[in-house]
């Protein structure tokens, strides 16, 4: 199977072509190798997943012949990702501002000029 429908397939992307362009792009590695999307992958091989600000790997057990649903992922991937990569990840999860809801905290510019449209003057 191609290397950009196996991510596809396991649910790491939403969609192909995205995973494709994942893969051009160099996000994600084959044993720590760029590949190119049509590369054909075996079970056994060490898949790594950039997602910001970390690289996440798994291990390949089986290759799947349709896109599978979630609950069977742990059939086809196993997650080995190292420790320290996901307290890394946790860490920029607790700096402020990282996942700051829509309109908490300071204003944004077309907050700012929406609010002076108001045309309050002091």
């Known amino acids: 199977m191609r290397i ?3 991510v596809w397939t396991v649910r790491l992307y939403k969609t192909r072509s995205i995973a494709a362009e994942a893969v051009k792009a160099g996000e994600v590695l084959l044993d720590e190798k760029q590949i190119k999307p049509a590369q054909a992958i075996k079970a056994g091989g060490i898949l ?4 910001n600000p970390i690289w996440r790997s798994y291990k390949i057990l089986g290759i799947p012949k349709n896109r599978i649903g979630a609950k069977l992922l742990g059939e086809f991937l196993e997650e080995c990702t190292s420790p320290a990569e996901l307290e890394k990840l946790e860490m920029m999860r607790l700096m402020p501002g990282f996942d700051r809801e829509k309109g908490a905290g ?13 045309g309050w003057e002091d």
């Open 4 to 6: 950009d429908k196996f």
């Open 48 to 51: 790594r997943v950039k997602r």
């Open 106 to 118: 300071r204003p944004t510019k077309k907050d700012r000029r929406d609010l002076d449209s108001f």
